[in-house]
Nanobody, 126 residues
Framework: EVQLVESGGTVVQAGGSLRLSCAASGFNLDDYAIGWFRQAPGKEREGVSCISSSDGATYYADAVKGRFTISSDIAKNTVYLQMNSLKPEDTAVYYC???????????????????WGQGTQVTVSS
């Protein structure tokens, strides 16, 4: 059974840091691109970052560039999202998703992803 499980979400003060984890099971990470998305209350879900399976290249939305870092640990079949300098506008439910045919520069297109996690809540207080 294919499964993605996010963890690490919590309440943090503005300017703080968090690391989210996305643990994959039922498939090998190196065969899939992994994307992180987020959805804030009353807003549409948006792409945050992606790591390509083919070459490990990383991509970021402009809103998080320079503050967030995506990485993967193939041995642990886990992808991480390190979030620094957090802002209240980063508050959202964060989801990870896996796709076998993701065109990484177009990572924000949700239709490219085959599997989704259940999400983890990140709240940044001001």
């Amino acid at each position: 059974e294919v499964q993605l499980v996010e963890s690490g979400g919590t309440v943090v003060q503005a300017g703080g840091s968090l690391r989210l984890s996305c643990a994959a099971s039922g498939f090998n990470l190196d065969d899939y691109a992994i994307g992180w998305f987020r959805q804030a209350p009353g807003k549409e879900r948006e792409g945050v970052s992606c790591i390509s399976s083919s070459d490990g290249a990383t991509y970021y939305a402009d809103a998080v560039k320079g503050r967030f870092t995506i990485s993967s640990d193939i041995a642990k079949n886990t992808v991480y999202l390190q979030m620094n300098s957090l802002k209240p506008e980063d508050t959202a439910v964060y989801y990870c998703a896996a796709g076998s045919s993701v065109v990484a520069p177009l990572f924000t297109s949700e239709y490219q992803y085959d599997y989704w996690g259940q999400g983890t809540q990140v709240t940044v207080s001001s």
